[in-house]
């Protein structure tokens, strides 16, 4: 008895079920994720006119067995680019990127194929710097006490 396997490959466009999100974010439970399976980020553009990423990893587990937050990355702009147009923030399903961007200026944040690397990409016309702020809290080993009820 032979059984013939075919492999079948539906193609479609994943674009049409990107999410789209007008405006600044009051907090980071407006964040868009992105990401790869391993590494990943809350991407968010705050009221300051920032984008915010909030870096998660799957090995990045704590005392507690717990996934884990391991930092954040403020990306700061010569220019208020997106102070004085609100941006667009969408959620690319195709790649899993997330793009922040207006008239003045558009940015990419992706994360690599195979690897654990997250990249932001700025595109503008206009003469525009980008500056990336890591801001890290876990920076010290922590013991647990199991006395302790708000871990």
């Excluded at 700061?76 to 959620?91: G, M, Q, V, Y």
């Excluded at 990127?97 to 990409?121: G, M, Y």
Aim: glycine share 6%; aromatic share 6%; charged share 25%.
């Amino acid at each position: 008895m032979f059984i013939i396997l075919k492999r079948v490959i539906i193609m479609f466009d994943a674009t049409v079920y990107n999410t789209v999100k007008k405006g600044l974010c009051k907090s980071k439970t407006e964040s868009f994720p992105s990401g790869n399976g391993d590494i990943g980020a809350n991407v968010w553009a705050d009221e300051e006119g920032n984008i915010n990423l909030l870096i998660s990893k799957t090995d990045a587990i704590s005392e507690l067995g717990r996934l884990l937050k391991v930092g954040l990355i403020k990306l700061k702009f010569s220019t208020p680019i997106f102070l004085n147009e609100e941006p667009d923030t969408i959620l690319d399903l195709s790649d899993g990127s997330v793009t922040v961007k207006n008239s003045i200026a558009r940015v990419q944040i992706a994360a690599f194929r195979d690897t654990s690397l997250l990249a932001a990409r700025l595109l503008s016309a206009e003469d525009i710097q980008m500056h990336a702020e890591p801001i890290v809290w876990r920076d010290k080993l922590y013991k647990h006490d199991p006395t302790d009820q708000s871990a």
